[in-house]
C-alpha cells in the first residue's frame, strides 16, 4: 500500500515537473493605478516586499483563489490581489476582465453536486448528491446517503425530481419528490436480524441559498414511506443540512 | 522618393483617363478624373484593415488541492498502528478551503486477547479501520519559514473539521473529526502538510457505550492544480 502511494506520488511529482518544463505563454497587463503591491504569498498576511509602478507591465503567472502570481519586466515575482488587477489594463488597453463565478453563473447552471449530513429518524445520515438542471426551475437529482444509527446501518439511494419556484431569489426554496430503496443493516453487536432492502418514496421541501463563488448552502427535510414487507408502512422524517457547489 | 514616385503615377494614370475617356461617351468625360484619381491612392497605399489579432492566454488557476498521507494513528483500545490516506480539497478563498479524505489503518488485538488468550473479538477483515471524511479548513496565521540566510518558503497553520463515517469491528459510525495542521510550501504548487487530528465515534464494541477518541498523526504532501 504505502508502496502504491510512494508510486502514484513520484508520478504525479515527474507530471507536474514536465508541465512546469514547457514555456508558455502568459498574459501580459500595463500597471494603470499610482502602483501595484506585490505580497510575498498568496494571502492578505504576507508582507509586501516590491511596488510596480504606472506604467510598468507585468505577466500573470498564475492564480491561487483570489490572489495572482506575477512577474514584472525587471523579473521580480509576487502576488497580487484581485482588487488590484482589475484596476490594470489588458493587451487592448482595455481594463483588465477577470473571469469570475458569480449570482450569473449561479442561475445557468447546468451540474451540481455537494455533501449533506443531518438526521433520518434518529440515526445520523452523511449524503452525497448529484444534479442536473433541466430548466431554471427544474431538475433531477440522485442522492445516496449513509445512515448511522445506535442499532442499525445502512444506505439509502434516491432519484429525485426537483422543483425551484422563485430560482433567482438568493435564498431560494424547492419541493422535491422521488423514489428508490433502502438498506437495512442491523449492528453486530445486536442479535443478528436479517439485512433488508426496501423500496422508498419521497416528498420534501428546502431551501437553496448562493454563498459565493461556486458554493451554494442547502437545507431540506424529506419525508420517506418505506414500502416494507410488511403488513404497515413505515414513515420515516428526515432533514439535513451541507453545501453544494455548481459547475 | 515616394511622393515623386506618386506625381508620376498619378500623371501616369490620368493620362491613360483622358485617352481612355476620350474614347467612351461624352457625360462621362466631365465626372470621370474626379474618381478616377479619389481611387488610385487606395491602391497605392494598402490601409491596414485588418484588426490585429490579441491573444489572451488563459491564466492558470490552482484551487484544488490533492494529496496523499501517511502516519500513525491511535485506534482507542485497538494499537497504535501505521495509517494511510488521500485527501482532496478546494480553496474557496485565501483562508477558507473544503477537503475530502479516505484513509485506512489496520489495528492490533487489544491488551485483553492478548493476556487471556480467549478468542479474537474482530476477524482480520473487521480489524481494518477505513474512515472517509468531508472537512472544512480556515488557515491561519500565515508566514514564512526561513530555512537559510537566502531561502524561505511561506507556510500557514489551519484549524480543521469535518464529519464523515468510520468503518470499524463490523460497523459503520458515525464519526466527527477536528484538528490542525501546519502547510509548508515547497513551491507554488507542491506543499508539505503536517496534521495532527481527532476521530471521535460513539461506539458499543466493548460492551459498553462510549465515545472514542482515536488520534492520528501524519505527513502529507499535496499538489495544486
Same mark, same amino acid.
Given at each position: 500500500m504505502i508502496v502504491r502511494l510512494w508510486t502514484i506520488g513520484i508520478t504525479i511529482l515527474l507530471a507536474a515537473c514536465m508541465s512546469n518544463a514547457h514555456a508558455r505563454e502568459y498574459r501580459v497587463v500595463e500597471v494603470a493605478d499610482p502602483y501595484l503591491e506585490l505580497h510575498t504569498g498568496a494571502a492578505k498576511g504576507y508582507p509586501i516586499t516590491n511596488v510596480v509602478e504606472r506604467g510598468e507591465k507585468v505577466e500573470i503567472i498564475r492564480r491561487k483563489t483570489e490572489w495572482f502570481k506575477v512577474r514584472t519586466e525587471r523579473g521580480d515575482e509576487g502576488w497580487v490581489n484581485i482588487s488590484q488587477l482589475e484596476l490594470t489594463l489588458d493587451e487592448a488597453g482595455e481594463l483588465l476582465e477577470i473571469e469570475s463565478v458569480g449570482r450569473d453563473e449561479f442561475l445557468t447552471r447546468r451540474w451540481e453536486a455537494g455533501i449533506l449530513t443531518g438526521d433520518f429518524s434518529g440515526a445520523d445520515t452523511v449524503s452525497l448528491y448529484g444534479g442536473y438542471s433541466i430548466s431554471r426551475n427544474l431538475s433531477v437529482e440522485l442522492w445516496a446517503s449513509q445512515l448511522l444509527g445506535n442499532f442499525s446501518t445502512g444506505w439509502i439511494g434516491t432519484a429525485n425530481v426537483v422543483h425551484e419556484t422563485?430560482?433567482?431569489?438568493?435564498?431560494?426554496?424547492?419541493?422535491?419528490?422521488?423514489?428508490?430503496?433502502?438498506?437495512?443493516?442491523?449492528?453486530?453487536?445486536?442479535?443478528?436480524?436479517?439485512?433488508?432492502?426496501?423500496?422508498?418514496?419521497?416528498?420534501?421541501?428546502?431551501?437553496?441559498?448562493?454563498?459565493?463563488?461556486?458554493?451554494?448552502?442547502?437545507?431540506?427535510?424529506?419525508?420517506?414511506?418505506?414500502?416494507?414487507?410488511?403488513?404497515?408502512?413505515?414513515?420515516?422524517?428526515?432533514?439535513?443540512?451541507?453545501?453544494?457547489?455548481?459547475? | 522618393m515616394e511622393n515623386r514616385f506618386r506625381i508620376l503615377f498619378l500623371t501616369a494614370i490620368a493620362a491613360v483617363t483622358m485617352l481612355s475617356s476620350g474614347c467612351s461617351s461624352l457625360p462621362f468625360f466631365g465626372k470621370a478624373p474626379d474618381t478616377e484619381v479619389a481611387e488610385a491612392p487606395e491602391q497605392v497605399i494598402e490601409p491596414e484593415v485588418e484588426r490585429r489579432e490579441i491573444k489572451k492566454p488563459k491564466i492558470d488557476t490552482e484551487d484544488f488541492e490533492i494529496g496523499a498521507y501517511g502516519g500513525l494513528?491511535?485506534?482507542?483500545?485497538?494499537?497504535?498502528?501505521?495509517?494511510?490516506?488521500?485527501?482532496?480539497?478546494?480553496?474557496? =478563498?485565501?483562508? /477558507?478551503?473544503?477537503? $475530502? %479524505?479516505?484513509?485506512? &489503518? @489496520?489495528? *492490533?488485538?487489544? =491488551?485483553?486477547? /492478548?493476556?487471556?488468550? $480467549? %478468542?479474537?473479538?474482530? &476477524? @482480520?477483515? *473487521?480489524?481494518?479501520?477505513?474512515?472517509?471524511?468531508a472537512s472544512v479548513g480556515w488557515n491561519i496565521f500565515p508566514g514564512e519559514t526561513f530555512v537559510t540566510r537566502n531561502r524561505s518558503f511561506n507556510q500557514s497553520f489551519y484549524l480543521i473539521g469535518g464529519l464523515g463515517s468510520t468503518e470499524f469491528g463490523g460497523d459503520d459510525l458515525f464519526t466527527i473529526n477536528f484538528g490542525a495542521g501546519y502547510r509548508l510550501l515547497i513551491n507554488d504548487v507542491f506543499a508539505m502538510r503536517i496534521d495532527f487530528r481527532d476521530h471521535v465515534f460513539d461506539t458499543d464494541l466493548l460492551g459498553e457505550a462510549k465515545t472514542a477518541h482515536n488520534l492520528a498523526a501524519h505527513l502529507g504532501f499535496t499538489f495544486f492544480f
Open positions: 422563485w430560482p433567482e431569489w438568493r435564498v431560494s426554496p424547492y419541493f422535491t419528490m422521488g423514489t428508490g430503496v433502502i438498506r437495512t443493516e442491523p449492528k453486530s453487536t445486536l442479535v443478528s436480524t436479517p439485512d433488508r432492502t426496501d423500496q422508498v418514496a419521497l416528498v420534501g421541501a428546502g431551501v437553496r441559498a448562493y454563498i459565493t463563488r461556486r458554493f451554494v448552502l442547502r437545507g431540506e427535510y424529506k419525508s420517506y414511506v418505506v414500502l416494507t414487507s410488511r403488513d404497515e408502512n413505515e414513515e420515516v422524517e428526515e432533514w439535513k443540512i451541507g453545501f453544494g457547489f455548481f459547475f | 494513528m491511535s485506534v482507542e483500545d485497538f494499537g497504535v498502528n501505521t495509517v494511510v490516506g488521500a485527501t482532496l480539497a478546494y480553496h474557496f =478563498s485565501e483562508s /477558507l478551503f473544503v477537503e $475530502a %479524505a479516505y484513509g485506512q &489503518t @489496520d489495528t *492490533e488485538e487489544t =491488551s485483553f486477547e /492478548l493476556l487471556s488468550g $480467549a %478468542a479474537e473479538l474482530l &476477524t @482480520d477483515d *473487521e480489524r481494518q479501520f477505513r474512515y472517509y471524511n
